[in-house]
């Protein structure tokens, strides 16, 4: 069917339909930067979607049981933008449209779940948004299991592409989800044959539809054009037979722009002055831009509220709840108030028996009086549960059988586990952690990236943390990934050195809201050091262990299990007459984030100082030159955190990399 | 058939591979500590492809034709330990074996290709090794298509287990496989259904055969331990129809062990002295803890010696070669004599053009007159082939139809690129670059560790380095990836700030021989800054670019798009009365291998110092810090390169992490 015959056989559907399209080129092109060729392929899809199929209320977009609608294939941005404007999300004004990509709006490249309501996960990196599927998915089960259908019964739709699909990262997570049997997810594949470098057929002869079938899951397809194809389509979807469901929606990217269309021309790029007229032209669209008619926002905006009724019913119903409290703190993903007194306990109880064990057994310790405190809790591993120490007595196995168990055995599948982690705390309802050995974080970087970036706090256990494991050699011992972790802006790289500290580092990491944590444990064991625990110590990042006899000729600085070698060390100086301080690391963050006084009350000027730890010395230059010192005469003018969606140069002005600034500072220490 | 039944009807195959599993047994025992069941559950294969099917020579681990064998499984490394010393290779002596996972000992916890000959690649970290297979089998397509199947023509044989399978490296692996037809690819897959946790079926239920059939595989099964069966499926395995091809082999983790086969007890831990009794007793095996009764020991040298006929042969056919100096050349991987001339033209031609562009454009020009000149560069993109700048003119496309090719289309696999590209330096022949977004080192990381622990000189082009990149936001923005890069060892990392430094940059990273290259490349446009172009400046890692008028009150230290920023600021802070010096930093690692009066001669003590670049601090302090100053009074006892395999005490005491160390330097700094 071409375009004209489609346009007048459904023009209702053609007309909403093609606010998407036009929303989509008229923004890239203001932006002179961005992809319109996927939002305008996937246009029809994402209407039927929305307009008959997707449960939301664009007056709440926290309403905890709506539908997810997850946009993997996240340089397709303003197909997702459009969507929210379209149907009435407050924060997504015209204005914002508008903007799109500039620096200050909320409508970035690619879409920031950490800045725009609706927008359920970040998404850009290719793969990620498919595997946070998962976790929303799994998710839903364990708390429609826990807390009933009533309050909990929704479904997780994903928009994926052919890029999507070809990432490692999507065999872990469509392995995950056939083996879980995740009846209520569906991935949309938007199929059309089109990548960067050009067809498909250049680097890929994959049979998609075969492989999602070998993962378990079932197949459906759709002409990705055809309105009453896409909503059978969608509508079986729904009718799940206990798989995951992929549709496969045939497609063509920059549908409608006569020169440009099923071309990788329409991908990246704004499609020009004269094919967005041309385009225009096929459309029948004769609005000026980014204006949408009356009749069309209106329509859209009745779509917008449809949900509304369902929504009021879903308030009534938490009403009734028994466990309406628990429900509420839960699925806004509130901190235990369990938590710190059952640490105060067990640290208490660690004092008086002082056990010498790995920090991994440690932390299985503390897992075990918290899990049993802490339903939110949902275990894992990636395949190393023993090893990791990261499964309690009576936890359960999530499985299609047990949707109660909360311990999940991810499989080899690090970045799946990583990635669905992030889903099933965006979801909201638990508290995801996942083991690994630390060097494997290699392995999981791209989901551990955006855990920082969206702030979600998924707690990575990662356990044999340096040589000290020994005999499984150089592959598997970690030397530069405390420093990885340390450089990832927003992310607490905690490494205890006792049981106490472990204690007190699970404390930290379930009480954050807006940041990831990685825990490095020892595979080997390590004495008890810690003579006080009053207060959690690992808060403040460093503080004094044991106290030199008089004024400090040495500090010593350690972290994990290197602390054990500076209070040896200690030992002998002070024997020696060198009255020697030692300090705890457990986290440089932390540390940062104290007040100078603090710092330099730790790391007075004027002793020696020495650092210890079995791992690259790169993240632990700044505490051996000090407050002052070297520090008084130098600076570095760089990135304190992640970017943003701008043009270039402003970004560069904004972030104060600029040579005004360099000659500012440099002025003042000269 | 029964074990009884087996040893009866095949005693020959029997013995063989019942001495793979008796040495795997007493090796992972004497060490307390590895991986029996695998090498017990895969020994029959190997012993049949060893026997009958690879082609190789004991006596010469390095001759250029052999069949590649690849243990993708490498926790199983007892295996091909167990397979080296039996068929003769010299370095692989029975010390060694008992000497398994002990520090010092080539037999490490897992193989490295650095240390051992016969072992093709690195591996332990799942999945790396069938990733790698694509590349060895990608170059020896190409190698054959350049000189001819008389000098090359052989094959690649992967023993791969169920976690290769599920890593998502995997799925990136066996699509390119697909796509590029690699018909002499074999990979055999030991079918055990045991992972860590238990039983596959509890975190996968992936139907692999149809997996890799829609990933446009061949599959055929074996019995895996039927040494007829084996056989006749590696004889068809061998008669390729252009498919790679995948062997189902069904086999039984730690075959042959009553209590222990058949379950995750026999995969990682010693199988007990109780157990290995029985086990002996199970397979009829008399003789002592790692003795091979002399016939056994003979048979299998007979083996290592069968292929020695061919190996001469292959040797008269190079000499008969018309590009036999080329060829010797190549499948050595030197380094080009036209590379440093050709260099110096083209620098010579920059200074007189003066361009601005992006460093990634400059980066396509520098390879537009190096590709004309070495037919070794062997290139190719994650996808992003545009925006990477890495296809140069005439260097045709690597496909079935084309295997002239010298570009690949990875397809969007940034892991699987890296992997393959370790591969295909493993092999010879060629040496490889791919690009993608710097970002996107998250995604290759696993694979660029490797890199670096192997010594494969590969070159990862990653350009978009910094926000510099702009609106696409900070999903696309790398930050900590400098770092990340810089914290690794045996990495350099190379990031130029003009197209000068850019040729110096790829002139350093192909004369490498033993350490891959980190370009970071920007997207925005950035002016020609250097002035001089006699020597490689580069090569020095940071030098004075720009000198300050008079004795410097500050040095500006800058890398790749900043440097400019820095220049800008010396004119302003000049002319306001500063005398200011500007030092490039394009390598931080080639700076540190300076020696001390060189290093002090650009960042003298004195002046005040400022760094500039748009990613976090972490690498940079120890550059503000300088050579005296607050290092003076301070130390860092850690890691400087990767670890080893070997018990964790031994390594600390190795590696220097110890409290006597710690007292030492504590006593000469207090």
Redesign the interface.
């Known amino acids: 069917m071409d375009i004209a015959a489609r346009r007048t056989a459904n023009p209702d559907h053609w007309n909403l339909a093609s606010a998407i399209r036009v929303l989509a080129m008229d923004a890239v092109e203001a ?1 002179n ?2 992809h319109p060729g996927m939002p305008m392929g996937m246009a029809d899809v994402a209407t039927v979607l929305f307009k008959n199929h997707l449960k939301f209320d664009a007056s709440a977009p926290h309403w905890f049981d709506r539908d997810r609608f997850i946009l993997s294939a ?1 340089h397709g941005s303003m197909l997702i933008y459009a969507l929210l404007y379209l149907t009435g999300y407050k924060q997504m004004t015209l204005e914002q449209i508008k903007n799109f ?1 500039q620096l200050g709006a909320i409508t ?3 879409p ?1 779940a950490e800045e725009v309501e609706g927008v359920e996960t ?5 793969g990620q948004g498919i595997a946070n599927a998962v976790g929303f998915a799994m998710a839903e089960e364990a708390m429609r299991a826990e807390f009933g259908a009533e309050v909990c019964d929704h479904r997780t739709w994903v928009i994926a592409g ?2 999507c699909l ?7 997570a469509i ?2 989800a ?2 879980q049997q995740l009846g209520r997810l569906i991935v949309m594949w938007d199929n059309n044959d089109i ?4 067809r498909v057929s ?10 999602f ?4 899951w079932r197949v459906l397809s759709c002409d990705g054009h055809d309105a009453a194809d896409i909503d059978r389509a969608l509508t079986e979807a729904k009718n799940s037979d206990g798989r995951p469901t992929l549709v496969d929606c045939k497609t063509i990217i920059g549908f409608g722009a006569p020169n440009k269309a099923d071309s990788s021309k329409a991908h990246g790029s704004p499609l020009g002055a004269d094919e967005i007229t041309a385009t225009r032209n096929a459309y029948g669209w004769v609005s000026g831009n980014f204006e949408i008619p009356d009749e069309i926002l209106t329509a859209w905006r009745e779509i917008g509220a449809r949900g509304a009724a369902a929504h009021e019913g879903w308030k009534a119903r938490v009403e009734q709840l028994a466990a309406k409290d628990e429900f509420i703190r839960r699925s806004e993903n509130g901190v235990s108030p369990k938590l710190a007194p059952t640490i105060a306990a067990f640290k208490e109880q660690t004092l008086a028996s002082k056990p010498k064990v790995a920090t991994r057994k440690a932390s299985e310790n503390t897992l075990e009086v918290l899990n049993a405190e802490m339903p939110e809790n949902f275990g894992g ?1 990636a ?5 990791n120490n990261t499964k309690t007595g009576g936890m359960g ?1 999530f499985s299609p059988e047990n949707r109660m168990g909360r311990y999940i ?8 586990m990583a990635a669905a982690m992030n889903g099933i705390w965006l979801h909201g309802g638990f508290r995801p952690y996942g083991g690994t050995f630390l ?2 974080t ?2 999981a ?2 989901s551990m ?2 855990s920082a ?1 969206m702030g979600a706090p998924v707690v990575y256990v990662m356990t044999h943390d ?12 970690p ?2 990934h405390l ?2 972790c ?4 927003n992310t607490l790289t905690l490494r205890p050195a006792d049981q106490i500290e472990t204690a007190e580092a699970w404390e930290i990491a379930l009480s954050q809201m807006h940041t990831p944590s990685v825990l490095a444990l020892s ?2 064991n390590l004495p008890t050091l810690r003579e006080e625990i009053g207060e959690n110590l690992s808060a403040k990042g460093a503080y004094i262990l044991r106290e030199a006899s008089s004024a400090p ?2 500090v ?1 600085l350690a972290s994990g299990s ?1 602390v054990e ?2 209070v ?2 200690r030992e ?2 002070e024997a ?1 007459g ?1 009255p ?1 301080r030692v300090v705890s690391v457990p986290s440089m963050e932390l540390f940062r984030q104290q007040d100078v006084s603090y710092r330099e009350s730790v790391l007075p000027a004027g ?16 505490l ?3 407050e002052r ?3 008084a ?16 140069p402003e ?2 002005k904004h ?1 104060g ?4 600034a ?2 500012t ?3 003042s ?2």
Chains 1, 2 share one sequence.
């Open positions: 932006a930067s961005g996240g990509r970035a490249g690619h920031e970040t998404t850009g990196p290719l052919d890029g070809m990432e490692g990262i999507s065999h872990e392995g995950l056939g083996h990548t960067i470098d050009g250049l680097s890929d002869k994959t049979d998609q539809r075969k492989r079938e070998a993962a378990g591993s395949d190393l549960t023993g090893s196995i055995h991810y499989g080899i599948r690090e970045h799946g060097t494997f290699d392995y970087r791209g990236r955006l970036l340096s040589i000290g494991l020994g005999e499984d050699g150089p592959t598997h011992q030397v530069e420093a990885i340390r450089a990832t802006p595979r080997q000729a040495v010593l290197e070698i500076a040896d060390a002998t100086l020696d060198v020697t002793p020696a100082r020495i650092a210890i730890e079995a791992a690259v010395r790169q993240p632990w230059d700044w051996l030159m000090g010192g070297a520090e005469k130098s600076a570095f003018i760089g990135m304190e955190g992640f970017g943003r969606s701008g043009p270039a970004l560069y972030f990399i600029t040579a005004e360099v000659v500072r440099a002025k220490l000269a």
